[in-house]
């Protein structure tokens, strides 16, 4: 039984140009069930529905990362809208806000291409998946006007900000920081989010989980984060285990991608 879904990775980075159709080759056979491939510059949203069109178990998310708005070319979101209609295209992301490095675009400017691609997802009635790094106040104001489905991946906020998202329909992504000695925040909304508004995620290369933390990341390793998982809600009194842990992700997951999770 398959019962890794991953909601969010990124296998087209360079990282993985030595190895990667030997990795994702056996991903199927290490218990993934799916991943969804997700854009950050605009080549990365052509190679994400390259890489869904030669994995069946692979999906692609297409959008422009906050921090890759410089450069941009007029007709990005033109360019992003017509990937939409590929019938492996399933979200409109990365996309969001990121205050943390100074070199990103202007804040007004980062709200400008969010808000563009949040309308985005509206008139093709699709899910997006939500950068927030140190901009919890302006994510959440606009994720209260537009009002998207979809994923705050890498969730960063605290419970009361969790309990909004929920209150939104949306869902949590949680990662490898679970699992990171100095999670406070990450670590008390794995233990109190509700089960039918979790998702689990990778973030590969990036944000491997503790014991793993610094290598390279890939899908397999979200077995970490879901017993972290497993383990903080079970000591709140709610005895839960990883796989279900993860089969409660992977459902969620696949009614909000509107994929059958490839579970065999
Ligand atoms: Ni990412």
Sequence with gaps: MRLIFDTHAHYDDEAF????????????????????????????CYDSVTLAEEHSYIYAAVGIHPGCIQGLPDDYLQ????????????????????????????????????AAQLQLAKDHDLPVIIHDREAHGDTMELLRKYKPKGIVHCFSGSVEMAREVVS?????????????????????????????SLVVETDAPYMSPVPFRGKRCDSTMISYTAEKIAQVRSAQGTPITAAEVLEAARENAGSLFGITPEVL
């Excluded at 806000?97 to 202007?106: E, G, Q, S, T, V």
């Excluded at 949306?170 to 089960?195: D, I």
Aim: proline share 5%; glycine share 10%; aromatic share 6%.
């Design 79 to 114: 360019q992003v809208e017509s990937l939409l209609s590929h019938p492996k295209v399933v979200a409109v992301g990365e996309i969001g806000l990121d205050y943390h490095f100074d070199d990103n675009a202007p804040k007004e400017v980062q709200k400008e291409v969010f």
């Design 168 to 196: 939104l329909g949306m869902y949590v992504g949680l990662g490898g920081a679970v699992t990171f000695k100095n999670a406070r925040h990450p670590v008390e909304v794995a233990a109190s989010v509700p089960l039918t």
């Design 17 to 44: 140009d030595s190895d990667r159709e030997a990795l994702l080759r056996t991903l199927p056979e290490k218990g993934i069930c799916n991943v969804v491939n997700v854009g950050a510059e605009l080549k990365g």
